[in-house]
Structures are given as structure tokens and as C-alpha cells.
């Protein structure tokens, strides 16, 4: 019996461990993203609002998505301080950073994908949650 009970709370352990979102993101460079991406990007930078975050997203593919974070993300004197995913059972949590190192970097590019679609995508600016610029949607 014992063997028993040890066997099914080892196969439920499993399939707990399976049920893990994976997210991964990487940095890219403009040149190095289809022709979809580079139209959105420019799209974006066209818009003159001079109240815009500085922060977009585009979806992709299924499951692969791009963050494109310009300068207007950052206060004056500050520099970009790096990017953090978190997620949850139907929410992807994004939390964007500022440091106090000025960086001469115009914009920042990130792939990111991940195992499945999420009901709700969060975006925090120095943990504060803010708000995505623009979202775009590949039509293909």
C-alpha cells in the first residue's frame, strides 16, 4: 500500500511540475527582426504624443511577442536598468527599470516566448504598474 501511495504522489508531483508557464526573453537588434516587427517599430515611432511611456508591444506569432522600449521609458539623467518576467496562472507580468547610469542606447528590443497565451499582460515601470504605448498585431 505504501508503494502505492508513494507511486501516485510521485506521478501527481510530475504533472504538477509540468503545468509550469516558461517564458523566455532575449535582446535583439532591429535588423534582426522580420519585416512585420520593423513596420510596427516605425509605425511607433511616428506617433507624436508628448505624453507617450515609451513602452510597446507587438504579438508576433503565436506565443512569440515583442517588447520595444524607447527613451521617452526614461527620466531625464537615468539610464535603462533591465527587464524581468513574472508569471502567473493567466497574467504575464512585465517590469521594466530604470538605473541611475545614463545610457546613450536609443531603444531597447526584446523577443519574448513563451509556452502558451496569456488572458491579461501587466506592464511596471520601477514596480509601478503603467500602461503599454501601443499594442500591434501581426496580420498574418
Not at 507511486?7 to 504533472?15: C, G, K, R, T, W
Not at 510597446?56 to 512569440?64: E, F, N, P
Request: charge should be negative; glycine fraction near 8%.
Amino acid at each position: 500500500m505504501k508503494k502505492l501511495f508513494l507511486l501516485i504522489f510521485v506521478f501527481s508531483s510530475l504533472l504538477v511540475g509540468c503545468d509550469e508557464n516558461t517564458v523566455s526573453y532575449s535582446e535583439v537588434k532591429q535588423e534582426q527582426v522580420n519585416e512585420n516587427v520593423k513596420r510596427f517599430i516605425q509605425s511607433v515611432e511616428g506617433i507624436q504624443d508628448p505624453e507617450r511611456n515609451g513602452i510597446y508591444k507587438y504579438y508576433d506569432k503565436a506565443h512569440i511577442q515583442y517588447l520595444y522600449v524607447t527613451q521617452d521609458f526614461l527620466a531625464n539623467e537615468k539610464g535603462f536598468g533591465g527587464l524581468d518576467i513574472e508569471t502567473d496562472k493567466d497574467s504575464m507580468h512585465i517590469y521594466l527599470n530604470e538605473n541611475d547610469e545614463p545610457t546613450e542606447d536609443t531603444y531597447w528590443l526584446y523577443r519574448i516566448k513563451s509556452d502558451r497565451e496569456f488572458t491579461y499582460s501587466k506592464v511596471y515601470k520601477n514596480g509601478e504598474e503603467t500602461y503599454f504605448g501601443t499594442i500591434g498585431v501581426s496580420g498574418d
